[in-house]
């Protein structure tokens, strides 16, 4: 798409309060050699996406099977997935990807895993070694909560930490202020005028509600009293004010918050604000939270993984660190199945299983399933063609 635009606008540097700089802007040419320009750099090549895995992988210990697949387009398919591995799903628009991964394998699975799973899988005849993971997940882009009331911290439960390092403070302590007091969720500590949220919903008829600054609080979300007390020179609400980087470093002598918060860097999200709302989170933003939020637990071995087209509105830069974070999950004893277009995924994957050929009634067939060169090498896989190229 870029090499076909007339003219580019390259915006950055970074994300967050680290971009916002037009940083080159030209033609395709130009761009691609603007020294400036990380999009130039891996337009020109000069930066690639190879990522090693740190380990070499082992085995597979087994497989899940699906036998006999028959919703939508599928045509009677019976699929092996290796575990302990990245797996790539790959195929034409409409060939098949979704329904295989999200109607069937998804809700085949978690219907055996969670006895509340409501949702039906579409038609399959059998499936096998799904007593081999523990966990199956989901992580789409979908917000991490719905109110102003989640954030990053909330989600991956670094403000548990937090809080609790407040009502430890001398100061605390003298108050008698337990970590409760520190929750904008509940009663204690926080603003009443705006319940903690620091904002107040005002709804409008035939639109979208808008929020407001709470003039109580001016969207401190919590009460003078809380906000007095300070943990090395920074009150609460100054440190849900702060980025995960700027964090990372105040926090540097906890071990369990500064894991929580040195996952959320390693996904890329190191400019995000501790407290920044759920609902101003970008779909990417999100989707990386969650990852992190899975990173961070410990010995969480043996659960599936399913992601799909998570590279969707993805940088180059971004993209490399969605890679290392899902090489990460798979060198972590789990498996990880991505429903893909982008090649520079594709190319990374342990596995790929190529869905078609062609979409709809043409395709729901398995084209070709191995190594990336092993599609590449295959004849009559669209896939395949590309990533030999690419290869
Ligand atoms: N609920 C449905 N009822 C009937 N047909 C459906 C339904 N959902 C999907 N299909 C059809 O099944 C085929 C496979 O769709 P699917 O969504 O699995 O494709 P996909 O490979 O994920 O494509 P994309 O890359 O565009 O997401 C398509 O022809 C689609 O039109
Ligand atoms: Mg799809
Ligand atoms: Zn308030």
């Excluded at 926090?251 to 999200?269: A, D, I, P, Y």
């Excluded at 637990?297 to 490399?320: I, R, V």
Aim: charge should be neutral.
């Amino acid at each position: 798409m870029m090499e076909e635009s007339d003219y580019i606008f390259d915006i950055g540097p970074g994300a967050g309060i680290q971009g916002g700089h037009i940083i080159a802007k030209g033609t395709f040419n130009e761009i691609i050699n603007d020294e400036n320009s990380l999009t130039g750099k891996y337009l020109s090549g000069k930066k690639k996406i190879i990522i090693e895995s740190q380990q070499k992988l082992k085995e597979t210990e087994g497989y899940i099977r699906l036998a006999g697949v028959t919703h939508n387009n599928l045509k009677n398919v019976d699929i092996d997935f290796p575990l302990g591995k990245f797996i790539c799903v790959t195929g034409v628009s409409g060939s098949g990807k979704s329904t295989l991964i999200n109607d069937v394998l998804y809700h085949a699975l978690a219907q055996k895993k969670n006895p509340f799973h409501r949702e039906k899988p579409g038609e399959f005849k059998d499936i096998s070694g799904d007593d081999l993971i523990k966990r199956v997940f989901m992580i789409d882009q979908s917000p991490i909560g719905r109110t102003p009331r989640s954030n990053p911290v909330t989600y991956t439960g670094a403000f548990t930490h937090i809080r609790e390092i407040f009502a430890n403070s001398k100061d605390a302590r003298l108050r008698g202020y337990g970590a409760g007091r520190f929750s904008f969720n509940v009663k204690g500590g926080r603003c009443e005028t705006c319940e903690g949220e620091g904002q107040i919903k005002i709804e409008m008829q035939f639109l979208p509600d808008v929020y407001i600054t709470c003039e109580t609080c001016n969207g401190a979300r919590y009460t003078k009293e809380t906000l007095e007390i300070e943990f090395d020179g920074k009150n609460i609400s100054e440190i849900l004010n702060m980025s995960v980087d700027e964090a990372h470093n105040f926090f540097s002598f906890h071990e369990g918050l500064s894991n929580k918060l040195g996952t959320l860097k390693e996904v890329g999200l190191s400019y995000i604000k501790l407290g920044q709302a759920a609902t101003t989170l970008s779909g990417g933003e999100a989707q990386r939270v969650k990852l992190a939020s899975e990173l961070s637990k410990k010995g969480a071995g043996s659960s599936l993984y399913l992601l799909d087209e998570p590279t969707t509105g993805l940088h180059f830069a971004d993209l490399e660190k969605l890679v290392r974070v899902l090489k990460r999950l798979v060198e972590k004893g789990n498996t990880v199945v991505v429903i893909e277009h982008n090649l520079d995924v594709i190319k990374n994957a342990d596995y790929i299983i190529d869905l078609g050929p062609e979409g709809g009634d043409g395709g729901g067939g398995i084209v070709a399933s191995g190594t990336p060169y092993q599609i590449a090498n295959t004849k009559n896989s669209y896939t395949g063609l590309y990533l030999k190229k690419e290869l």
